[in-house]
Nanobody
């Protein structure tokens, strides 16, 4: 059972920056497809960005050019760097880990990001 723990959420002003972190318990973290999803009040959970084991990245159009996902396999950690934040980025951000060999997906409990002045 993979455990994911997110941190780094909080209040940020419009135009500001924030870095989210997610630490995974699994030592085989490098094989996982890691993603950041977000869910705003009243909305469905949506993919913001993901990064493959090879380091290839994908971004939703809504965050492209403002968010950067990265991973440090030595630390079992994935990051989401948020810049030029807007109120529309306000949401609970969830870390996900997908094991392609076992077709298993795991979720963290989420971290709340509020973009407001």
């Amino acid at each position: 059972q993979v455990q994911l723990v997110e941190s780094g959420g909080g209040l940020v002003q419009p135009g500001g920056s924030l870095r989210l972190s997610c630490v995974a318990s699994e030592s085989i973290f490098p094989i996982y497809l890691m993603g950041w999803y977000r869910q705003a009040v009243g909305n469905q959970r949506e993919l913001a960005a993901h990064i493959t084991s090879a380091g290839d990245t994908y971004y939703a159009d809504s965050v492209k050019g403002r968010f950067t996902i990265s991973r440090d396999n030595a630390k079992n950690t994935v990051y989401l760097e948020m810049t030029n934040a807007s109120p529309e980025d306000t949401a609970v951000y969830y870390c996900s880990a997908y094991n392609p060999y076992h077709d298993m997906n795991y979720w963290g409990k989420g971290t709340l990001v509020i973009v407001s002045s």
